[in-house]
């Protein structure tokens, strides 16, 4: 064992604080970002990575894992800067593949005070827990960014479509999402405690990729959240590249909400995600333990399927499926 060692950080510079203005040009640079400490002092570090150009350009962040099972964000981070040639770069590109650290340690999706980090945006300074270490990751990062993608997926006991939230009524935003090639974009003005909303309030235009299911590597559905990135970079002027159109039109829904049981069972949701259910269609059926049927759901209106509940145990008020209502 003596001569046996690896390097479990990657040869990345350990920092308390970074100026984006000094990041080297022309290379890919790796840091260990001391954001708060322990309940024993130890120092809580979040990854960063940084290409930037030798031209000057836009500052484009990439975040993933607010959450801590949401998984598919990491690889998306990491392929780019391994695809990138920093020597056509202009400007900056910052990827931070995993935003909340405790919870990822944990397996979990929240914080360690329970909290849901992306409902507390952009936290306190002198706030609890859970609110300095969103500011912190707010002031100490998504402040010098030009332009934000944060990449999500579903939670626990669900699965998604490849989607995007967006504010479709400025005009920047929603070019970022048409960009992304998803099945589906949902209309979603930012002022709602997520890192998306926080970014918004600093005049930094911002989506919300949704890139599939949680504590798992879905390979295509990474694929298409690349393939998203590397046209932003084009879009942006960032990279001379030609942007990939998709081979189908997204749906846009002008709103969406979640469709909710009113008695507890055994659940089974019908729709495949991403398809269209029709007004009156049932949607999912309600059985007792002993499995006689109880109670049928039908859709409200008609919409498409964004995403689902997969646990078919479901007590009352548990979630059916995300409909989406489409802009006409």
């Known amino acids: 064992m003596d001569n046996f060692s690896f390097d479990l950080f990657g040869e990345a510079e350990h920092i308390k604080n970074i100026d984006f203005s000094k990041i080297p040009k022309g290379k890919i640079s790796r840091y260990w970002l001391h954001l708060v400490t322990d309940g024993m002092g130890v120092p809580i570090r979040i990854p960063l990575i940084a290409a930037r150009g030798n031209e000057p350009g836009k500052t484009l962040g990439l975040t993933a894992a607010v959450h801590g099972n949401e998984l598919n964000g990491i690889p998306v981070i990491q392929r780019i800067f391994k695809e990138i040639d920093v020597q ?34 952009p936290g306190m300074e002198n706030g609890n827990v859970s609110q300095v270490y969103a500011w ?31 504010d479709m009524s400025d005009e920047v935003t929603a070019q970022m999402a048409i960009l992304q090639n998803p099945q589906i974009i949902v209309h979603n003005p930012p002022s709602d405690g997520t890192l998306r909303g926080a970014a918004d309030a600093l005049q930094i235009p911002a989506i919300t990729l949704e890139v599939g299911n949680p504590n798992t590597f879905q390979k295509g559905l990474i694929r298409d959240g690349l393939t998203g990135i590397h046209n932003l970079l084009s879009f ?30 055994i659940v089974t949701v019908h729709p495949k995600v991403a398809t269209m259910v029709q007004k009156g269609e049932v949607i999912a059926t309600m059985r007792n333990i002993f499995g006689d049927l109880k109670r049928e759901y039908l859709a409200p209106e008609d919409g498409v399927v964004i995403g689902k509940s997969t646990n078919p145990i479901n007590q009352t008020g548990g979630r059916i499926l995300h409909l989406g209502i489409l802009k006409d």
């Open 88 to 121: 056509q770069l202009r400007g900056c590109l910052v990827g931070v593949p995993v935003v909340n650290i405790p919870s990822l340690l944990r397996k979990k999706r929240r914080f360690v005070d329970g909290t849901d980090l992306n409902h507390i945006m």
């Open 236 to 265: 942006f002027n960032m990279l001379e590249t030609e942007i990939e159109p998709a081979e189908d039109a997204p749906i846009i829904c002008e709103k969406s909400y979640w469709i909710y049981t009113d008695t507890g069972g």
């Open 136 to 166: 912190r990751i707010v002031n100490y990062i998504i402040q010098h960014f030009d332009i934000l993608a944060d990449l999500h997926t579903a939670s626990n006991g669900r699965i998604n479509s490849y989607y995007i939230r967006a």
